[in-house]
């Protein structure tokens, strides 16, 4: 008896010591190519900042400012020969919470059905994350359309890309992910009323994404527009407070080539997109480049990096927890820039309340170190922008906006992300509109609840201080 005893912790432990292994190498693991994509460069054309701004009126009455989907809906409808779109949350999951119905999904595959019915030869390809089915649990209706219509729909593959979270992923690659998924009626939907399979859960479980939201698309004059935002095409986060950059140009077609990296990935032939010459672009004509992944990281750090005395450093943010943003932002206020950040307090989550984390602790840090913080005013929705605008005395200024949230699933190369880094003189139209927007929400300017106090949402709480560190460190968060 002692002898199988002894074999049996033996072979525990040396089952244990696998997965550690697996793990550590997961972590480090390499990613596919063509991610972390750090464009060139381009003269910015007709680049513009299309917002998505929620509040209630002095009235009582909620008011939804929102451009960004009037806007893609619009380049649908002009395209002729190609449509590409990367979107995170494409499904009605969550829509009951709403005050107000937005069938935001549903209008979108109508948009698309009916632009491929206009032009049968036009190439349409969505991409999409599997959330959207849980993860091979359900029937995506919107994905079943689109498909019948003649539109192709790639479903990313995310084993290729890196865990965030080892200490699970080890288990879930060596003993869950290779028996695959089915539908079944076992456990309650973590999104719907439906129902699906353990191993739905146990996917959701290993936290990884293709988190991108973009469209670009050929227009009738042949020049190629692209629009990179923080929004999806989600019934739920509909009236979230939202970003995006949109734009024409060799930079439209840039995306294209970060894009068809995720399609490789996916098993897809990915069409060849030649590389436009960038040519000289002076440092001070207004100028725009594509980044995804770990290059967006890379920038927010060099732009905090080189600002200090003089300089006004602007973030708006759903989520702030990164250790390298965060010591930058403190760095630039000790340099003697002008720092201010809204954050969203991390309360609503589609009907559920949240506990602040991990805004709220690093609010109360940033604070502490002399940083100015708002809250965004949400009620039932989400402030889920995502946009730093940092203004040089020197006459520059620099935007950063996309789908990325500043945390490190977000920022080192665990998500598929992607940014677009605008740069020029302050009049340039889309600086102008970042900082026009963000004083608007800073000062609750026209008398709109867009902002409070950093009181509001005051959270010294050391409990959760450490519990938002513990998550970010490990992995073992949704942040």
């Known amino acids: 008896m002692a002898i199988k005893r002894r074999r049996r912790i033996a072979g525990a432990l040396a089952l244990l010591v696998i997965v550690l292994l697996v793990g550590v190498h997961l972590r480090q693991d390499v990613l596919p190519p063509g991610l972390a994509h750090e464009g060139a460069w381009y003269p910015a054309e007709d680049v513009r900042l299309l917002r998505d701004v929620s509040y209630v009126n002095q009235a009582g009455d909620r008011v939804r400012e ?220 207004p100028r725009i480049q594509v980044l995804s992944e770990g290059a967006i990281k890379a920038a927010i750090l060099e732009n905090l990096g080189s600002s200090g005395e003089g300089d006004d450093v602007r973030l708006w943010m759903f989520y702030l927890s990164d250790r390298d943003v965060i010591a930058a932002l403190v760095a630039a206020r000790e340099r003697g820039a002008s720092v201010r950040v809204v954050l969203d307090p991390n309360k609503d989550a589609f009907g559920r309340e949240k506990n602040g984390i991990p805004n709220r602790p690093v609010g109360a840090e940033l604070n502490r170190h002399g940083v100015a913080v708002r809250w965004c005013q949400t009620r039932g929705e989400q402030c889920h922008a995502k946009m730093l605008l940092v203004r040089y005395a020197d006459g520059e200024s620099r935007l950063l906006s996309g789908s990325a949230n500043f945390t490190r699933r977000n920022l080192d190369n665990y998500n598929l992300e992607a940014n677009v880094h605008v740069a020029g003189p302050p009049d340039t139209p889309a600086l102008q509109q970042a900082d026009a927007l963000f004083e608007r929400v800073w000062h609750n300017q026209q008398n709109q609840g867009l902002s409070l106090d950093f009181e509001a949402f005051r959270d010294e709480s050391v409990v959760k201080y450490w519990t938002y560190r513990v998550m970010e460190a490990t992995g073992i968060s949704t942040f």
Do not use: C
């Open 66 to 285: 929102h451009e960004i989907f009037a806007d893609v809906f619009r380049v649908i409808a002009r395209a002729e020969k190609r449509i590409l779109l990367d979107m995170f949350l494409f499904n009605a999951f969550g829509a009951e919470t709403l005050q107000e119905r937005d069938a935001l999904s549903q209008r979108l595959t109508d948009a698309l059905i009916a632009r491929k019915q206009a032009v049968p030869e036009l190439q349409i390809i969505m991409i999409s994350d599997p959330v959207n089915t849980v993860y091979g649990g359900l029937v995506s209706p919107h994905f079943e359309a689109l498909r019948a219509a003649g539109i192709e729909v790639v479903v990313t593959r995310l084993d290729a890309l890196r865990d965030s979270n080892p200490a699970y992923s080890a288990f879930w690659r060596l003993l869950i992910s290779p028996f695959g998924n089915a539908q079944a009626a076992t456990l309650p939907s973590p999104f719907n009323d439906a129902r699906v399979s353990v191993r739905s859960w146990l996917r959701l479980l290993n936290f990884k994404a293709n988190h991108r939201k973009l469209l670009v698309a050929d227009g009738p004059d042949g020049r190629w527009v692209a629009i990179v935002s923080s929004a999806n095409p989600h019934d739920g986060s509909a009236a979230h407070s939202n970003v995006a950059v949109r734009f024409t140009g060799p930079a439209a077609r840039d995306v294209l080539r970060a894009e068809a990296a995720v399609l490789r990935l996916s098993g897809v032939d990915a069409p060849t997109v030649h590389q436009d010459s960038a040519g000289p672009v002076s440092s001070e004509t």
